[in-house]
Antibody, heavy 117, light 111 residues
Framework: QVQLQESGPGLVKPSGTLSLTCAVSGDSISGNNWWIWVRQSPGKGLEWIGE???????NYNPSLKRRVTISVDKTKNQFSLNLTSVTAADTAVYYC??????????WGQGTLVTVSS | QSVLTQPPSVSGAPGQRVTISCTGS?????????VHWYQQLPGTAPKLLIY???NRPSGVPDRFSGSKSGTSASLAITGLQAGDEADYYCQSYDSSLSRWVFGGGTKLTVL
């Protein structure tokens, strides 16, 4: 059973950089999975941010692409999200998830990140 | 406005059957991209409910079923239970937008 756990600051200043890490247990990050970030603004729906394969191949949401970087750390079996130039519109619960074949089959519990001065 | 359109809310009495629709276009569902469904109980992370249009992950009761036709998909829930109260989201891939897309979510209320 794969388990995912997000960690990172819960408060980020406007124009700053949001940085989160997702620790993976129960599976190797070098396996045949895509490692994914999704966010959910308060009271709103789900928005796919991007994904990474262990080879380093990435796919990003075009609307966020110029601000997003997703990376993998194989030595720590974790992957990370960096989102630059944040505004209040980036306030959301951020989830990490994984996809093996179809559908995002495992999710972290989510972490709320608030953008405020 | 979401790329995939779902009704904001549906309701049903315990034991009844409800369906949730998910309407897309020829660049996502109609382009034969698979549809996946998620259940999000209050205060929790989404959980994969249906993958590949019709398949249930291990542990998901057969009261939940998915279907797809043309540019639309549906989630059916039979034998409604109080514990089914949640938000339900559909998901597919959109080739025009080059990204995964979700429906806006449907809140299920068990009366």
């Amino acid at each position: 059973q794969v388990q995912l756990q997000e960690s990172g600051p819960g408060l980020v200043k406007p124009s700053g950089t949001l940085s989160l890490t997702c620790a993976v247990s129960g599976d190797s990050i070098s396996g045949n999975n895509w490692w994914i970030w999704v966010r959910q603004s308060p009271g709103k729906g789900l928005e796919w941010i991007g994904e990474i394969y262990h080879t380093g191949r990435t796919n990003y949401n075009p609307s966020l692409k110029r601000r997003v970087t997703i990376s993998v750390d194989k030595t720590k079996n974790q992957f990370s999200l960096n989102l630059t130039s944040v505004t209040a519109a980036d306030t959301a619960v951020y989830y990490c998830a994984t996809m093996a074949v179809a559908g995002f089959d495992y999710w972290g519990q989510g972490t709320l990140v608030t953008v405020s001065s | 406005q979401s790329v995939l359109t779902q009704p904001p809310s549906v309701s049903g009495a315990p034991g009844q059957r409800v369906t949730i629709s998910c309407t897309g276009s020829n660049s996502n569902i109609g382009a034969r991209y698979e549809v996946h469904w998620y259940q999000q109980l209050p205060g929790t992370a989404p959980k994969l409910l249906i993958y590949g249009n019709t398949n249930r992950p291990s542990g998901v009761p057969d009261r939940f079923s998915g279907s797809k036709s043309g540019t639309s998909a549906s989630l059916a829930i039979t034998g409604l239970q109080a514990g089914d109260e949640a938000d339900y989201y559909c998901q597919s891939y959109d080739s025009s937008l080059s990204r995964w897309v979700f429906g806006g979510g449907t809140k299920l209320t068990v009366l």
